[in-house]
Structure formats: structure tokens, C-alpha cells
């Protein structure tokens, strides 16, 4: 089974899709409270009532806890603790009303429970919401049986376990469907444009950093000057002293090049003494890159006295970014998506904000999980 996320292979979803599982949240609450207090004739052990809603409360709190772009991704045990704890609010609300429940439709906690499934499509396998629906809907049901001789409808007892159980498995089937759905066109997406194109399209020019070199800067000094001393019957000694000079800055030049790797020229303040940054992979220097013109651009931060550190073994690597947060802004609004991206990247992201406002953002990686593609 296939165990891909929508979170996974688009990250920055899950910013949005938070949003979704808050309003969830809210929605169920309301509908939690609201019903239980317009059923309120119906119950007749309050402090199970009481503490039914303080289930259903602790598993939003834990839905959107876990739906966090810095806690990213949505662990499995998080969706198995939301579950246990809604179904715990079912069980306990079926205890506070047991024997004085007339209706099965007014009950809340399968119908919160319901609204909690309906959003999690964004962030776990299909097969795993369906077989956690699938769990709550027998054990909706079964209460719903169990309590069937105190409703009352003159209908056989499964009338009443289905229609209880309908609701949280129809949502979680929904939103089976669509995690399902969303990964297959997310995977043939990634499929399409990782596909090296057929051919050079006519007018392609490379790109202007390409062009702006230092080796091309020094052939258009060079080649000029090589093509000159090719038409002249011979050399001058002002010949020989520019192709003197000319030597010397080729090999300045390739000697700067060498020594300077591609983290030094987008990051003033770069210590990476044994060239870690060479040994990143495509996804990990163009996630850096982002970040550090990120934190570059924003009025949040003081570019100015920012670090980029690199540091650790042969079998494991810190990437240490520092810079100095400006006061009255709150990092967490900037970094969201950059967290929830650089963790599908690098092996963890963490971050924390000092007590001088000093941003510190720590990524590692394995060096040598792309040493063989960057040699």
C-alpha cells in the first residue's frame, strides 16, 4: 500500500489545508456544544457529558497541533490519537444519555467525529482514513445497537447502528477518495516535469549568470586578443607582456573558482571548512538558496549580519543558518512554508528564537546521500 501524502509531495499545502482542519475544528465544537445543550433533557449524567465535550475538545486541539506547517508532516500516531479521542467523546456522550436518548440523529460526537474526518485527506494515506473510519463507524454503530431498545422508532436495532455510523462513513470515504485522488495527480505531475525535454528549443540562450562568468568575462578579453596575434605577422613585446598578464589572471581565476563554492557567493558570512555544501543535492541547495533570499529580502530579519555554518562527520551533517530577527516581527509567520518545504528536503528542521531575538535554523542531511551525483 502506498503510503504517499498530499503534505509530502506538496508541502505547501499543508499551510493552506491547516486552515481547512482549524475551521473543522470550530465547526465541530460548535456542533458539539450547541447539540449538547439542546439535548439537554436527554442526559442524565452531566460530569460524562461534561467530560465527552472535553474529549471532542482535546482531539481538535490535537488535529490542529499536529497540522502544524512546524510539525510537519502529519504523523500517523496523530491521526490515531484524534480518532481515539473523538471516539472516546462518542462512548462517553452514549453513557451520559444512556437509557434517556429517544433520538439516535441528535446525538453530537458522531456528527463532530464526522466533520474531524471529512478534512484529512490533506494529510494521511487513503487506506489509513479509511480503516480508521471504518473502526469508528463500528464502534458508532455498535453503541448505537447496544442502545437501540431506548429509541423511539419501532425499527429493527441495525436501522438504528447504520443510520448512527452513516455519517462518519461517508466523510471518511470522501476523504479517502480524495487523499487517493490527489497523490495520483500530484506523482503524475512530478512524473511530467521530471522529464528532460526532447530537444534545445530554437532562441534558447543561456541563462545570464552563465553569461556573466568569470571565464566567459576573461574569453571575451582573450579570444579578441588571440585572433589580433593571429593576423599580425608577428608578436611585439607589448604582445608578450598582455599574454603574460592574461596567464595570470586565468589562473587567479581558476584557482578563485575552485576555492569558491556556490554557498560563499550567496551567503557573505559562510564557514563551510570541509565543503559540505558540495556534497547537497539539487532539492537541498535550491531549498538553502530560497531560504537565504528569503531571510535576505524580508523586513523581518538583519541580513547584514547573517551566518550560514556547516559542520559535522562523514555520516552526518548540520547546515546552521543565524541571523538576527528585527524587534516587533514574529519569525513563525515568515518561516511556515520554508519549514514545511525544508522538511520533506532535509532530514530534520528546527528552529528556535534566542532571547536577543537571534534566529537560529538548523537542517541536517546525509553527506553522502548525493556525493556520487555532485562529484
Do not use: K
Not at 447504520?162 to 466523510?171: D, E, R
Not at 585572433?227 to 605577422?233: L, M, S
Not at 560563499?264 to 547537497?280: K, Q
Amino acid at each position: 500500500m502506498r503510503d504517499d501524502t498530499a503534505q509530502q509531495l506538496d508541502p505547501l499545502s499543508g499551510i493552506t489545508a491547516r486552515l481547512f482542519a482549524i475551521g473543522a475544528v470550530v465547526v465541530a465544537l460548535v456542533v458539539a456544544f450547541a447539540m449538547s445543550a439542546f439535548t439537554a433533557d436527554q442526559t442524565n449524567n452531566w460530569w460524562l457529558q461534561a467530560a465527552a465535550l472535553a474529549a471532542i475538545s482535546a482531539s481538535g486541539y490535537c488535529y490542529v497541533r499536529a497540522a502544524s506547517a512546524f510539525r510537519a508532516p502529519f504523523p500517523r500516531g496523530a491521526l490515531v490519537v484524534v480518532c481515539l479521542l473523538a471516539l472516546l467523546a462518542v462512548v462517553l456522550e452514549a453513557a451520559a444519555q444512556w437509557g434517556t436518548n429517544s433520538v439516535v440523529r441528535d446525538d453530537w460526537a458522531p456528527v463532530s467525529l464526522a466533520i474531524l474526518t471529512l478534512t484529512f485527506g490533506s494529510w494521511r494515506p487513503g487506506w489509513e482514513i479509511l480503516a480508521s473510519t471504518v473502526v469508528c463507524a463500528v464502534v458508532i454503530g455498535s453503541l448505537a445497537f447496544a442502545r437501540s431498545a431506548g429509541f423511539d422508532a419501532d425499527v429493527p436495532a441495525i436501522v438504528f447502528a447504520v443510520l448512527s455510523a452513516t455519517p462518519v462513513l461517508a466523510t471518511g470515504a470522501a476523504a479517502s477518495a480524495f487523499s487517493r485522488s490527489l497523490v495520483d495527480s500530484l506523482l503524475a505531475w512530478r512524473s511530467a516535469v521530471s522529464r528532460p525535454p526532447a530537444s534545445v528549443p530554437d532562441g534558447f540562450e543561456p541563462p545570464a549568470s552563465a553569461r556573466a562568468s568569470h571565464l566567459v568575462h576573461l574569453d571575451e578579453q582573450v579570444y579578441p586578443f588571440l585572433e589580433r596575434v593571429a593576423r599580425q605577422p608577428g608578436l611585439s613585446a607589448a604582445d608578450g607582456e598582455r599574454a603574460r598578464m592574461l596567464a595570470r589572471e586565468l589562473r587567479t581565476l581558476l584557482v578563485l573558482d575552485a576555492e569558491r563554492s556556490w554557498l560563499s557567493r550567496i551567503v557573505r558570512g559562510a564557514d563551510d571548512r570541509h565543503r559540505f555544501a558540495e556534497r547537497l543535492g539539487e532539492a537541498e541547495r535550491g531549498f538553502i538558496r530560497a531560504l537565504v533570499s528569503h531571510l535576505r529580502t524580508s523586513a523581518a530579519f538583519d541580513d547584514e549580519r547573517m551566518r550560514v555554518m556547516l559542520h559535522g562527520s562523514e555520516w552526518e551533517a548540520t547546515c546552521t543558518i543565524v541571523v538576527p530577527c528585527r524587534p516587533s516581527h514574529n519569525p513563525r509567520v515568515h518561516l511556515a512554508p520554508y519549514v514545511a518545504v525544508g522538511r520533506s528536503v532535509f532530514g530534520t528542521v528546527s528552529w528556535n528564537l534566542a532571547h536577543d531575538n537571534t534566529l537560529t535554523i538548523t537542517l541536517t542531511f546525509d553527506p553522502n546521500a548525493n556525493h556520487e551525483e555532485t562529484l
